[in-house]
């Protein structure tokens, strides 16, 4: 197979340049957590960041909050960067949704990549296992987390959530400092990552909670044309999320991530029926 | 109306990702560590000054040095630091582990009251921190009060006769020079060799051990010492709250 075909088939009928970014961000903080741990003995590469894992996580920016207006401080080993790191993600979110979900977030991204595995052994039933009912009552759980989590960490004023984040495991499961809980949970998440698309974006993840919210009022939103529709459904069948694209004419669905999968660059067959859109019509 | 292909979109998101994190760099707001800066005394002659109370184990001595204005030399020959080591990047949580087989600890509260002493701030010393003999030797010459001179005569780890034998173990300094210096703890005293079946034998039990770590307990015959290293835990703050519990329970 030559180059020119191995990348047609790549970039054929999907995001390919999302991938890209994925992967790109997905090693660019797998090095700098190693180098985070190669700093502490001195070894580590000086041109890139060496910051802990941490001290670059935006959700930190928003559970930190709480106590960085009663008193001024951040919670422990969360530090100005991800306050940062969460005006940028909001940003983000509110113009174009939650692409740090779709984009960025190497959680996602690996899930992501064990999916595609999951997608061979199933084909189409796949990311279609769990009974629509239980579905839409679950999804409601990532809420149940995020509260749980912002009070446990104004409670106590320390990163609680440390213990369980698959996140934080995913890229120090060398060291020490990961906690069984993280493991476990981060072991579930890849494991029903084989039978669900995102299965911890969907159910768990609290600061995907809190960027869903965007969707609500984002300035770039996904439009369906209801025109030119076919009502094939394919989108419907690419949206990661289950999202039912094709009964809406603005997806405004908390779970959107912006992926981009449902348009017609990708899967939508009918060029200018899903876009990408800000201003126009409204309805 | 605007429309968004997958290309522009990949921009956008580089573009405000990493241009956000250049921009609050250039601006200075960007900080993955904490600034460390020390609280100040509140009240008293020093008022206004910088507390060594609040140095903590991440400090490195080259930040004492610059925070205190004690000298860098000054500082790693206080404490011994082998010449290899680079004394202006060393956390002073990594003492503890230079002086692995000390019967007491030298560590961050060391460090505490050596600054203190040294600049003439006031300090009040807890009965059970001690000093490498160079560090005492270094404070002899500075003024101080009979009572704090009482204090480094027992407080010295090792006679300095003892060090002139430890400096050829560069890595180890004062190894061999405890048991020959001034101080033996008592028993019921967490040491830099105390195991946690020590502590268990001592009366406090499991669940209460465990509540102090926030975990479970290793294996027993675990030294705690090793324990803090591994878990990168500051070894004083942990034998502070064990050694309360020990305290409690009556032989
Ligand atoms: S929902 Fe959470 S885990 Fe999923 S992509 Fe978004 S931030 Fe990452
Ligand atoms: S609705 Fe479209 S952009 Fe949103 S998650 Fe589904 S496929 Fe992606």
């Given at each position: 197979?030559?180059?020119?075909t191995?990348?047609?088939?790549?970039?054929?009928?999907?995001?390919?340049?999302?991938?890209?970014?994925?992967?790109?961000?997905?090693?660019?903080i797998?090095?700098?957590?190693?180098?985070?741990?190669?700093?502490?003995?001195?070894?580590?590469?000086?041109?890139?960041?060496n910051?802990?894992?941490?001290?670059?996580?935006?959700?930190?920016?928003?559970?930190?909050?709480?106590?960085?207006?009663?008193?001024?401080?951040?919670?422990?080993?969360?530090?100005?960067?991800?306050?940062?790191?969460?005006?940028?993600?909001?940003?983000?979110?509110?113009?174009?949704?939650?692409?740090?979900?779709?984009?960025?977030?190497?959680?996602?991204?690996i899930?992501?990549?064990?999916?595609k595995?999951g997608?061979?052994?199933?084909k189409?039933?796949?990311?279609?296992?769990?009974?629509?009912?239980?579905?839409?009552?679950?999804?409601?759980?990532?809420?149940?987390?995020?509260?749980?989590?912002?009070?446990?960490?104004?409670?106590?004023?320390?990163?609680?959530?440390?213990?369980?984040?698959?996140?934080?495991?995913?890229?120090?499961?060398?060291s020490?400092?990961?906690?069984?809980?993280?493991?476990?949970?981060?072991?579930?998440t890849?494991?029903?990552?084989?039978?669900?698309?995102?299965?911890?974006?969907?159910?768990?993840?609290?600061?995907?909670?809190?960027?869903?919210l965007?969707?609500?009022?984002r300035?770039?939103?996904?439009?369906?044309?209801?025109?030119?529709?076919k009502?094939?459904?394919?989108?419907?069948?690419?949206?990661?999320?289950?999202?039912?694209?094709?009964?809406?004419t603005?997806?405004?669905?908390?779970?959107?991530?912006?992926?981009?999968?449902?348009?017609?660059?990708?899967?939508?067959?009918?060029?200018?029926?899903?876009?990408?859109?800000?201003?126009?019509?409204?309805? | 109306?605007?429309?968004?292909?997958?290309?522009?979109?990949?921009?956008?998101?580089?573009v405000?990702?990493?241009?956000?994190?250049?921009?609050?760099?250039?601006?200075?707001?960007?900080a993955?560590?904490?600034?460390?800066?020390?609280?100040?005394?509140?009240?008293?002659?020093?008022?206004?000054?910088?507390?060594?109370?609040?140095?903590?184990?991440?400090?490195?001595?080259g930040?004492?040095?610059?925070?205190?204005?004690?000298?860098?030399?000054?500082?790693?020959?206080?404490?011994?630091?082998?010449a290899?080591?680079?004394?202006?990047?060393?956390?002073?949580?990594?003492?503890?582990?230079?002086?692995?087989?000390?019967?007491?600890?030298?560590?961050?509260?060391?460090?505490?009251?050596?600054?203190?002493?040294?600049?003439?701030?006031?300090?009040?010393?807890?009965?059970?921190?001690?000093?490498?003999?160079?560090?005492?030797?270094?404070?002899?010459?500075?003024?101080?009060?009979?009572a704090?001179?009482?204090?480094?005569?027992?407080?010295?780890?090792?006679?300095?006769?003892?060090?002139?034998?430890?400096?050829?173990?560069?890595?180890?300094?004062?190894?061999?020079?405890?048991?020959?210096?001034?101080?033996?703890?008592?028993?019921?005293?967490?040491?830099?060799?105390?195991?946690?079946?020590?502590?268990?034998d001592?009366?406090?039990?499991?669940?209460?051990?465990?509540?102090?770590?926030?975990?479970?307990?290793?294996?027993?015959?675990?030294?705690?010492?090793?324990y803090?290293?591994?878990?990168?835990?500051?070894?004083?703050?942990?034998k502070?709250?064990?050694?309360?519990?020990?305290?409690?329970?009556?032989?």
């Amino acid at each position: 197979m030559t180059v020119a075909t191995l990348w047609k088939r790549f970039t054929r009928r999907r995001i390919w340049i999302r991938s890209l970014v994925q992967l790109f961000f997905f090693v660019l903080i797998a090095l700098i957590a190693v180098n985070h741990t190669l700093a502490e003995s001195g070894q580590g590469i000086s041109w890139l960041s060496n910051a802990s894992l941490h001290a670059l996580c935006p959700f930190g920016g928003v559970v930190t909050l709480y106590q960085y207006a009663t008193t001024g401080s951040f919670v422990q080993k969360i530090h100005e960067s991800s306050f940062i790191l969460m005006i940028l993600g909001l940003l983000l979110a509110v113009l174009f949704g939650p692409v740090l979900c779709g984009w960025v977030c190497p959680l996602g991204t690996i899930q992501e990549w064990v999916g595609k595995v999951g997608r061979k052994l199933f084909k189409r039933r796949y990311n279609h296992f769990v009974p629509a009912r239980l579905d839409a009552v679950l999804r409601y759980a990532r809420y149940g987390v995020l509260a749980w989590v912002v009070y446990m960490t104004a409670a106590s004023s320390t990163l609680i959530f440390a213990e369980y984040d698959p996140y934080f495991t995913l890229f120090n499961f060398w060291s020490s400092e990961v906690a069984i809980g993280g493991a476990v949970i981060l072991g579930l998440t890849l494991l029903s990552s084989l039978f669900v698309e995102r299965p911890w974006c969907k159910y768990a993840c609290p600061y995907g909670a809190v960027l869903g919210l965007s969707n609500l009022f984002r300035v770039f939103r996904i439009r369906r044309n209801v025109g030119t529709c076919k009502l094939d459904k394919a989108c419907d069948i690419a949206c990661p999320m289950n999202i039912p694209v094709s009964q809406r004419t603005i997806v405004r669905d908390v779970q959107c991530i912006s992926c981009l999968e449902c348009t017609a660059e990708a899967h939508c067959p009918v060029a200018g029926t899903v876009e990408f859109v800000a201003g126009g019509k409204k309805s | 109306m605007i429309r968004l292909g997958s290309k522009w979109l990949t921009v956008l998101i580089v573009v405000i990702l990493f241009g956000g994190v250049g921009l609050s760099s250039a601006l200075g707001w960007w900080a993955t560590e904490n600034r460390k800066v020390p609280s100040r005394y509140t009240e008293g002659e020093a008022a206004g000054e910088y507390n060594p109370a609040d140095l903590r184990g991440s400090y490195t001595l080259g930040e004492v040095s610059d925070l205190f204005g004690v000298p860098l030399p000054i500082l790693a020959e206080a404490f011994e630091l082998p010449a290899t080591t680079d004394a202006a990047s060393y956390q002073l949580k990594s003492l503890e582990s230079l002086y692995p087989d000390a019967s007491v600890e030298i560590g961050v509260e060391s460090v505490r009251l050596f600054v203190a002493w040294y600049k003439g701030l006031p300090y009040e010393a807890q009965a059970d921190t001690y000093l490498p003999a160079s560090a005492v030797r270094i404070l002899q010459s500075r003024p101080l009060s009979s009572a704090q001179q009482e204090y480094l005569a027992s407080h010295s780890l090792g006679t300095p006769a003892s060090t002139q034998v430890a400096e050829t173990q560069q890595s180890t300094p004062l190894a061999q020079a405890t048991s020959e210096g001034t101080h033996t703890p008592s028993d019921r005293t967490i040491t830099g060799k105390t195991t946690f079946q020590q502590v268990l034998d001592w009366g406090v039990s499991q669940a209460q051990i465990e509540q102090v770590l926030g975990k479970e307990m290793p294996a027993p015959t675990t030294v705690i010492k090793d324990y803090a290293t591994q878990q990168g835990q500051e070894f004083s703050t942990l034998k502070t709250a064990l050694q309360a519990l020990i305290d409690q329970v009556q032989p």
